[in-house]
């Protein structure tokens, strides 16, 4: 592997991780009660909101630090799809004013976590070359 592939792996581990650990952040302020509603509408019980703080805070300081990157991907992404199910499916195929999907953000965040869970997240981190 070359050191810019290396490089480009960094910054996408990165980007993602610090993006979405903002959001984290942001929920330790605001507490999980409101996923935690959504969660006990569809049947579930609501502790599970809980697990946001895994996906939101735990992987993506992981991804971050190039530790156990692909698990920590994985899980950002379930994270995404579950915010995806509860939030935002009467989204799914709509666009946004200036035509983009109105999901992007959201779609950007698990598709660049299904991105590092598959190609790793290179010899620049914690892991090293084998994360």
């Not at 991804?63 to 990157?69: E, L, Q």
């Not at 992404?77 to 915010?83: E, G, K, P």
Request: charged letters at 10%; a positive charge.
């Amino acid at each position: 592997m070359t050191r810019s592939e290396d490089l480009g792996k960094l910054v996408l581990r990165v980007a993602l991780g610090v993006l979405i650990l903002l959001h984290g952040i942001a929920k330790l302020g605001k507490g999980v009660d409101g996923i935690g509603g959504m969660l006990a509408a569809h049947g579930l019980p609501a502790v599970l909101a809980y697990g946001v703080y895994l996906g939101e805070l735990v992987a993506p300081a992981l991804v971050i630090i190039g530790m156990f990157t692909r698990p920590a991907a994985c899980v950002i992404a379930i994270n995404m799809v579950v915010a995806i199910w509860l939030a935002h499916a009467k989204q799914l195929t709509s666009l946004s004013s200036n035509g983009g999907w109105a999901l992007e953000l959201q779609g950007m965040f698990l598709f660049s976590a299904i991105a590092v869970a598959l190609i790793g997240g290179g010899r620049i981190g914690v892991g090293g070359r084998f994360n």
